[in-house]
């Protein structure tokens, strides 16, 4: 009873105006352990629930749509956008089809790197060769903050994601498909051309890969120049990296939870792989701040 009294209280504090960013990358009809991760992975039934919940209790919008509600400070309701990371062969199979058939608009962010220069990038490559080694250096390459050791594992990953392409990948998604998408309700922004952690990049490395990932998009006709920075926590980018997506003309997002009250870059979006929705919007804060503070952004 008094849990529930709070919960109410607490949000009747939180904003009835923002923009909420949903971010998912993987979608299976059963979880294969070889190419899904089980953190970062929705089966289809979760998937379709929750875009059920949202269709009958938000207005889903394009992102472009809900940046502009908050650079014109229209924003009057809660808008909710759809996103998915990493170029996962399930966006076109299963992702897309469910979207398109309820009508629901959703951004793609791409890596251009992977099914054409490297079989896929390092967290991919360990469970899909059953190589204890591999997983143990991704499980390091993801946490460490030392740059010798990250360079030195990636490079570790990088001989087998080379060594082994195969086409088509077995993670990605047919690129050419999403580079001649047309279709209104789906757009396809930046994740870097490789999915590495730009904080431990130099800022040349970090503006070369970028860089690479904006030429090989620039022409796609549903192309956004928006970049969702690879894992987007706070041990994963530096102020670097935003000086580099203002000298690009990128609009930067992390990935790191929170709500979006007023235009201000990187734009916050919130992770929903395996969660019970609902739940999600209940728990937001009413304390905007508290998420600048979580991902290391000046007050």
Not at 21 to 40: A, M, S, T, W
Request: hydrophobic share 35%; charged share 20%; with cysteine.
């Amino acid at each position: 009873m008094l849990h529930n009294l709070k919960s109410q209280i607490k949000q009747a504090f939180v904003p009835k105006s923002k923009l909420v960013v949903l971010n998912y990358h993987q979608l299976g009809e059963r979880f294969d352990p070889k190419i899904h991760n089980e953190h970062i992975w929705n089966s289809v039934a979760l998937f379709e629930e929750h875009m059920s919940y949202l269709q009958n209790n938000y207005r889903i919008v394009t992102l472009t749509e809900g940046l502009e509600a908050l650079k014109s400070k229209s924003l009057k309701e809660t808008l909710v956008c759809i996103t998915f990371d990493d170029g996962d062969a399930s966006i076109t199979s299963l992702a897309m089809p469910i979207l398109e058939r309820l009508q629901i608009p959703a951004t793609f962010f791409i890596n251009t790197a992977y099914g054409k220069e490297k079989l896929g990038y390092w967290y991919n490559l360990g469970p899909y060769f059953e190589d204890k080694n591999l997983i143990t250096a991704a499980e390091t390459i993801r946490n460490t903050t030392n740059s010798n050791e990250y360079h030195n594992l990636i490079k570790l990953e990088d001989a087998y994601a080379i060594e082994n392409l195969g086409t088509p990948s077995p993670f990605y998604a047919d690129y050419m498909e999403l580079a001649q998408c047309t279709h209104p309700l789906f757009h396809f922004g930046l994740h870097g051309h490789e999915h590495l952690r730009f904080s431990m990049l130099s800022r040349e490395s970090q503006k070369d890969n970028l860089s690479k990932n904006i030429e090989q998009m620039q022409h796609w006709p549903n192309y956004v120049p928006y970049f969702a920075i690879p894992f987007g926590k706070p041990q994963d980018w530096n102020h670097t990296t935003l000086e580099i997506s203002k000298e690009l003309n990128v609009v930067p997002f992390l990935a790191h939870h929170g709500y979006n009250t007023a235009y201000r870059e990187p734009l916050l979006r919130f992770s929903v792989d395996t969660k019970h929705l609902p739940s999600v919007f209940d728990g937001f804060s009413p304390f905007q701040k508290s998420y600048d503070r979580l991902n290391s952004l000046p007050s």
